[in-house]
């Protein structure tokens, strides 16, 4: 299993550009997530899915859409970008029910410079 | 308003010496909380978790306790390995999707 996959691993974009990082996994997990982790700041979760077709808003979600068309990915699109989406960003998923719930496998993280 | 707060951003413990951890929460929801390890370049690895109808749970050299009362939970590393020297991020779940903690760097010392 590759597990959880990211790409690109460096992106380096202008204001008002925008891109797709694109997540996808080999395990057969339900819940797919998208966080970003700023210094000082943890991990916060930008977009979350239950499950193909089904999203969801985090807590930062403002500048990213999110689709969920296949079980195995689910696409971070940035719409215009903004030197405050500067970040790094990690998509993550699991299963949805039993004992591994919660339990998220996490990708190697996209690192996002927006000047 | 952080409903999961690590207070001490960093960390620092002899090799050998046991690492502690700790983890406040304010949502009395969250009934499942985890530990997860960070390397730089890295994405976060899951480490240790606990549900709420427990107080204790064991995995080799790292042991999470949860005090429901005080909302505490805390994570203890015995015996302390230069290889532990990482990030780590508390996490709780409920009724919402995961929230995380800001992290506490742990740096174990030779």
Redesign the interface.
């Known amino acids: 299993n590759a597990g959880v996959t990211q790409t690109p691993k460096f992106q380096v974009l202008k204001t008002g550009q925008s891109m797709t990082l694109q997540c996808a996994q080999d395990m057969n997990h339900e819940y797919m997530s998208w966080y970003r982790q700023d210094p000082g700041m943890g991990l916060r979760l930008i977009h979350y899915s239950v499950g193909a077709g089904i999203t969801d808003q985090g807590e930062v979600p403002n500048g990213y859409n999110v689709s969920r068309s296949t079980t195995e990915d689910f696409p971070l699109r940035l719409l215009s970008a903004a030197p405050s989406q500067t970040s790094v960003y990690f998509c993550a998923s699991s299963h949805l029910l039993g004992a591994s719930y919660n339990e998220q496998f996490f990708g190697p993280g996209t690192r996002l410079t927006v000047l | 308003d952080q409903q999961v707060k ?1 207070n001490s ?1 960093s960390l620092s413990v002899q090799e050998g010496r046991i690492s502690i951890l700790n983890c406040d929460y304010t949502n009395s929801m969250f009934d ?1 909380f ?1 530990w ?1 390890k960070k390397y730089p ?6 480490l240790i ?1 606990i549900s709420s109808i427990k107080d204790k749970n064991e995995d080799g050299r790292f042991t999470v306790f949860l005090n429901k009362s005080a909302k505490h939970l805390s994570l203890h590393i015995v015996p302390s390995q230069p290889g532990d020297s990482a990030v780590y ?1 508390c ?1 709780a ?1 409920g009724n919402t ?7 506490t760097r742990l740096s174990v010392i030779a």
């Open positions: 690590q951003p499942y985890l997860y370049a890295e994405g976060p690895t899951f978790s991020f996490a779940a999707p995961l929230v995380f903690g800001k992290g």
